[in-house]
């Protein structure tokens, strides 16, 4: 199914790429204006098919994770990479605030960059200027599940952008939840980054939460147990291909 949707959008949006790099010949305006249009479409609609086939994959209980040691400055590295392309037009301070000595983390690393880049690009999607920052330490609290007191790895990203209002909080981590759908519109999205976030963090063995005020900004921050509910040291377990079920399982 996912090899069908993606291969004739691939060619849409690769063969667009080479008309417009004119690779074909030279173009004229108006060709080069559809053609750039042709190219933004084919990739909203495979970043809409892969959030779907992700929300379908996970609700199936089907969503593999591939643990590895995982560095998350670098992560925070690579996201910041990528957003910077999306504060040019903006005037957003675009920063991460690490603290020093972080630990290794057993995770995915793709679902993780996937995690951050999400909430990176909704803050800076609903800020106008100020700034949006990815802070992260280690915290100790009791872990909801055993009851033990643990230690996590808390990540936020905090913006000060357009805020949420309370009685909408809850509601944005269900699956196409948009809280202004003319503004989302504008913006772009599907109401599928939060509930695909919430779940990945979840297979994870952590949880998220916002704190935000109506014209103030918000804070997304999650939690990654540093060590498994069973009590195992996170960077001692060897997971490879760990499924959604049997993750939720051990959590
Ligand atoms: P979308 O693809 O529409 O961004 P999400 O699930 O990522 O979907 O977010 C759902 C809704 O939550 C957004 O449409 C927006 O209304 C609200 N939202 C998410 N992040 C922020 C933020 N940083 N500031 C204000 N509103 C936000």
Redesign the pocket.
């Known amino acids: 199914m996912s090899h069908e949707l993606r291969t004739p959008l691939n060619s849409i949006i690769g063969f667009s790429k080479i008309q417009l790099k004119g690779l074909n010949g030279p173009l004229n305006e108006a060709q080069a204006h559809d053609l750039t249009l042709i190219h933004q479409a084919g990739q909203h609609l495979l970043s809409l098919i892969e959030?779907i086939l992700d929300i379908s994959q996970i609700n199936a209980g089907q969503m593999k994770l591939f643990y590895e040691e995982t560095d998350l400055r670098e992560i925070v590295d690579s996201v910041l990479d990528t957003a910077a392309a999306l504060v040019q037009d903006k005037r957003i301070l675009l920063y991460a605030d690490l603290a020093p000595g972080l630990p290794m983390i057993h995770a995915d690393k793709r679902r993780l960059r996937q995690v951050l880049l999400?909430?990176v690009?909704?803050?800076?999607?609903?800020?106008e200027s100020g700034q949006v920052k990815v802070q992260a330490r280690v915290m100790e609290g009791l872990h909801p599940q055993t009851e033990r007191l643990a230690s996590f790895l808390e990540i936020s990203?905090s913006?000060t952008?357009?805020?949420?209002a309370p009685e909408?909080q809850a509601?944005?981590?269900k699956?196409?939840?948009?809280?202004?759908?003319s503004?989302?519109r504008r913006?772009?999205?599907?109401?599928?980054?939060?509930?695909?976030?919430r779940k990945l963090v979840e297979l994870h063995g952590g949880w998220i939460w916002?704190k935000?005020q109506l014209g103030q900004?918000?804070t997304?921050t999650f939690v990654l147990p540093l060590q498994r509910a069973n009590g195992a040291m996170a960077d001692t377990l060897s997971l490879p291909e760990v499924n959604a079920q049997e993750v939720a399982h051990v959590a």
């Open positions: 959030d999400n909430l690009s909704n803050a800076i999607k609903f800020t990203v913006d952008g357009i805020g949420i909408q509601d944005i981590f699956e196409f939840s948009q809280v202004d759908a503004l989302s913006a772009g999205g599907t109401g599928l980054g939060l509930p695909i976030t916002v935000s900004g918000s997304f």
